[in-house]
């Protein structure tokens, strides 16, 4: 079965800190994406990779950096963390460009005191 | 710009009964796809159901089914037989065809939570 994994699935870090979310999909997709939820603001696109070495700014991409290494490793950097990006980050892929549904990974809840 | 609209904050109903949740939509494109998710509890994200735009058929999968309405910009999620299990937080999204924007961005809405009880 396709799956998408992510890790860790929660973190505490200070303002300031280095944090690396990561994702890990085995479902052969060349598509892979980063996504924030917030209340009140649904799900956003933080950042795209349609293969590896290929980066996309989604909607909200300030204060993130994102590397895609492999087909099925995709990296998520927040360099200097701020408390304003405290949320439940949430990984996808998908096979398609258009047209393609995306499968989700479990997400990864981000505090920053 | 795109834009998915659900209206409904919060929807509670019946076991057994049927519920249907809104969503409306904006686009400029004449081929778009939408898809509904659903997110529970525990905060994992499904993907549900899909329609094509240019499919005249309402899509069906087990007890999901779709309203769409394409002169409206309105594609329905209607459940059939709820069950307890169902509910959840249920999320319209769309992504604009391939006149677009050459890689697939999905724009959701803002979800409805939907409690059945017993």
């Known amino acids: 079965e396709a799956a998408v994994t992510q890790s860790p699935r929660n973190k505490v870090t200070v303002t300031g800190g280095n944090v690396t979310l990561s994702c890990r999909q085995t479902n052969s997709h060349n598509y892979m994406y980063w996504y924030r939820q917030d209340t009140g603001h649904g799900l956003r696109l933080i950042h795209y990779s349609y293969g590896a070495g290929n980066l996309q700014i989604g909607d909200v991409p300030d204060g993130y950096k994102a590397t895609r290494t492999t087909q099925e490793d995709f990296f998520l950097l927040l360099e200097l963390a701020s408390p304003s990006q405290t949320s439940l980050y949430f990984c996808?892929?998908?096979?398609?460009?258009?047209?393609?549904?995306?499968?989700f990974g479990p997400g990864t809840r981000l505090t920053v005191l | 710009a795109q834009k998915v609209t659900q209206t409904q904050t919060s929807i509670s109903v019946m076991e057994k009964t049927t519920v249907t949740m809104d969503c409306v939509y904006e686009?400029?494109?004449?081929?778009?796809?939408l898809f509904w998710y659903k997110q529970t509890a525990s905060g994992e994200i499904v993907f549900l159901i899909r329609?094509?735009?240019?499919?005249?058929e309402n899509a069906t999968v087990g007890h999901y089914s779709l309203n769409f309405q394409k002169p409206k910009s309105s594609i329905g999620l209607i459940i059939t037989a709820t069950q307890i299990e169902d509910s959840a937080v249920y999320f319209c999204?769309?992504?604009?065809?391939?006149?677009?924007?050459?890689?697939?961005?999905?724009?959701f809405g803002q979800g409805t939570s939907l409690s059945v009880v017993p």
């Open positions: 329609q094509d735009s240019y499919k005249k």
């Open positions: 996808a892929s998908s096979d398609r460009d258009w047209g393609g549904e995306q499968y």
């Open positions: 999204a769309m992504r604009e065809g391939i006149a677009s924007s050459s890689f697939s961005k999905l724009v």
């Open positions: 686009t400029q494109d004449s081929s778009y796809f």
